[in-house]
């Protein structure tokens, strides 16, 4: 199992027959994972349900081809080479027991010299074997690249050449393979129980032990396996349990199966705690399978309406079906709650049309984003409005105080200001009598550069007050006088001013 490349490349180029080498997999974490391959192909939809759940599952495996002009390796995930190997791909027949054998390595040094070799095993009877076929190689590099397709990755050039690479800590892919061992051991002790007598005090209470672990971890395998075996919930109240707890993890497959098996998602409150746990969860399809279910979508909870609870979430998605199902886009407050906490689309969905020509109220939308540092909601408001100048507008000026009081120089407020300058604000705008480049300069002096980039001119200046406040914020940023282009205006400026 620990041979490199060079002794892979001393086969004899006429030895195209099996080799074998028992028991060579007793140790190590290569040797643990190929065992355990029976156990993780029954509970493989369980290991990838969730991306979280297949990452930290078990670690990867290798497959590595050489070709002429170098070595090119690539490195298959547990996840995908489990599903080859369950569609039958990647898999020989052990000449031993007849059992499957799990093809793992593939190596070609130069696909026209022959010199060649695979490696399997057999977990059934433990036994490891090596080929040299070029048609098996040729066959397997397919199965490969098909699988690389698949997962959508990308064969790249190294110089490693270690035979497998584990990536995740060994304890954790030992503990996942012990505990599918363990509810493997319990699925068998209930088929293999009378059906008369399968589901008694003590079977049931094994049953429902392995289906809450089964919904904790959405595990579709186990669940499946349930209920083929007839199991099914003493009363509902404990279906209901896990069907909440279900929802708020947004756990697709324990929420189908929970719903089959006729849990409740109701309640005493018509569904809205269900429906509130799946938009919290920010799983669209628990939402939408719940609406199927008849849950109203305009139902309200603590207080607030399920799509307020949608768009106060950013779950843009789950806000769509709500609207679609019949929520109330227009509802009073709901724009407000987008400005602040949502993005584009989610404003675009919530937005009263009379927003669109009240100057007023969409100022109001717009000093509610400006607060929230809301960038992208606050373009999209300007975006639709069908004010083209707002420089004439009264509300500006509010919308414009909240914009530069957002966080001085940061770079949500110099978009926001873009924003407003691409929608007619002037840069002769005046706030408290002055224009913006020297309103800044005494009250915002992080913003002069800003204002100088986008063409502030000096000569508005009012006083010498002015020039040296101007000339301050400029040696502040870090620009020296005699660097900076404007030096030459604010002498002439000083000299003007001091000699009136």
């Known amino acids: 199992m620990e041979e490199d490349e060079d002794d892979i490349n001393e086969i004899d180029e006429d030895e195209f027959k099996f080799t074998t080498q028992p028991e060579s997999l007793e140790h190590g974490k290569l040797g643990l994972f190929l065992k355990a391959v029976p156990v993780l192909l029954k509970h493989l939809d369980g290991l990838l349900s969730h991306p979280a759940k297949s990452a930290a599952c078990v670690p990867f495996v290798e497959f590595y081809i050489s070709f002429k002009y170098g070595q090119v390796r690539k490195s298959l995930p547990v996840g995908c080479i489990l599903k080859e190997w369950k569609k039958g791909r990647l898999v020989e027949t052990c000449p031993h ?3 499957p054998l799990y093809v793992y390595r593939s190596f070609a040094q130069l696909l026209e010299g022959g010199r060649q070799r695979w490696s ?3 977990p059934f009877c433990e036994t490891e074997t090596h080929g040299s076929d070029p048609d098996r190689i040729t066959l397997f590099r397919s199965d490969m690249a098909r699988a690389l397709e698949n997962w959508g990755l990308h064969i790249k050039k190294t110089d490693d050449h270690s035979p497998q690479q584990f990536d995740e800590p060994f304890v954790e892919m030992a503990d996942t393979v012990a505990k599918l061992r363990a509810v493997e051991h319990d699925l068998q002790s209930l088929e293999d129980l009378p059906p008369e007598s399968r589901w008694d005090k003590r079977g049931f209470a ?9 919904v904790e971890q959405d595990d579709p395998d186990t669940l499946g396996r349930l209920s083929s075996l007839g199991y099914s919930f003493g009363g509902p109240d404990e279906a209901a349990a896990l069907l909440m707890e279900a929802l708020e993890n947004g756990q697709v497959n324990a929420i189908d199966w929970l719903l089959r098996m006729k849990a409740d998602p109701r309640g005493n409150d018509e569904g809205a705690l ?3 746990k799946a938009v919290k969860s920010g799983s669209a399809w628990a939402v939408e399978r719940l609406l199927t279910e008849g849950i109203g979508a305009r139902m309200t909870f603590r207080g607030m309406s399920l799509l307020a609870h949608a768009v106060k ?6 806000a769509r079906l709500l609207v679609e199902y019949g929520a109330d886009r227009d509802e009073e407050g709901l724009a407000e709650l987008a400005a ?7 404003v675009r969905l919530t937005l009263p049309l009379q927003s669109l020509f009240s100057t007023a109220s969409l100022a109001g939308l717009l000093v509610i984003a400006a607060r929230a540092g809301n960038f992208e909601t606050f373009r999209c408001l300007l975006d639709e409005s069908f004010a083209e100048n707002w420089e004439g507008f009264p509300e500006l000026e509010a919308v414009l105080r909240e914009v530069l009081a957002c966080g001085e120089g940061d770079f949500g407020q110099h978009l926001m200001l873009e924003a407003l300058l691409g929608h007619g604000l002037s840069l002769e705008f005046r706030l408290d009598g002055k224009p913006l480049l020297f309103w800044a300069a005494r009250n915002k002096p992080g913003l002069v550069p800003f204002f100088l980039e986008k063409g502030s001119s000096l000569y508005a200046a009012q006083n010498l007050a002015d020039v040296k406040n101007l000339r301050a914020a400029i040696r502040n940023s870090g620009i020296p006088d005699r660097n900076v282009r404007w030096g030459m205006a604010l002498r002439r400026l000083e000299e003007r001013f001091s000699e009136k």
Request: charge should be neutral; glycine fraction near 20%.
């Open 97 to 99: 027991c007849g059992g």
């Open 313 to 318: 979430g950013e779950n843009l998605a789950a």
């Open 274 to 276: 269900a429906l509130y």
């Open 120 to 122: 399997g095993y057999c």
């Open 340 to 346: 602040q906490y949502g993005n584009a689309v989610l």
């Open 206 to 214: 094994l049953g429902l032990k392995l289906a809450r672990e089964a």
